[in-house]
């Protein structure tokens, strides 16, 4: 009766053990957006975590300006920037400013006011997402809790599901 016992009891703690989250899982899939700050096209304003607007969904993009996923992914943004009313869209690049403020001209993302685009000269976005590739897409709700991440390019009708 006792090695009955002893196994029933070991039987139930192992089982509590595989009911708890997966380890593997990014440690950024545990926490809120982080503080931050990425440096305007105007390179001399600074943007953090306490610019974004309260009460509204983020959407973080970090692209390269010479990926042509992340140049697709912007077009489809900007084709679709009425659905995105509700959203603040933060896109950040590691890669230099100079190529960073062509990108941003060459689409007009100024005339987009939910559309803040920024250099990450610490690369601060590309270590604390673990990045593989350009684009990476992270979509954050109104307390800045992660609801959903994509590696890669998205699919529109993806993105709008998670930022209605």
Not at 34 to 54: E, G, M
Not at 83 to 106: E, G, H, N, S
């Amino acid at each position: 009766m006792k090695h009955l016992l002893v196994f029933v009891t070991l039987l139930m703690v192992s089982g509590y053990s595989f009911a708890q989250k997966d380890s593997a899982a990014p440690a950024y899939t545990y926490f809120p957006l982080p503080q931050f700050s990425v440096l305007l096209p105007d390179s001399a304003t600074w943007y953090t975590k306490k610019d974004l607007p309260k009460n509204k969904k983020t959407l973080v993009l970090v692209f390269s300006p010479d990926c042509e996923h992340c140049q697709h992914e912007t077009e489809m943004i900007k084709a679709n920037i009425d659905k995105f009313k509700r959203t603040q869209i933060l896109m950040v690049t590691p890669i230099a400013f100079d190529k960073t403020r062509k990108f941003y001209d060459k689409y007009n993302l100024k005339d987009y006011k939910n559309i803040t685009v920024g250099y990450d000269p610490k690369f601060f976005f590309t270590g604390y997402f673990k990045l593989k590739m350009f684009p990476f897409i992270a979509i954050y709700d109104k307390k800045y809790e992660l609801i959903k991440t994509f590696e890669g390019t998205a699919k529109m009708d993806d993105l709008l599901e998670y930022v209605k």
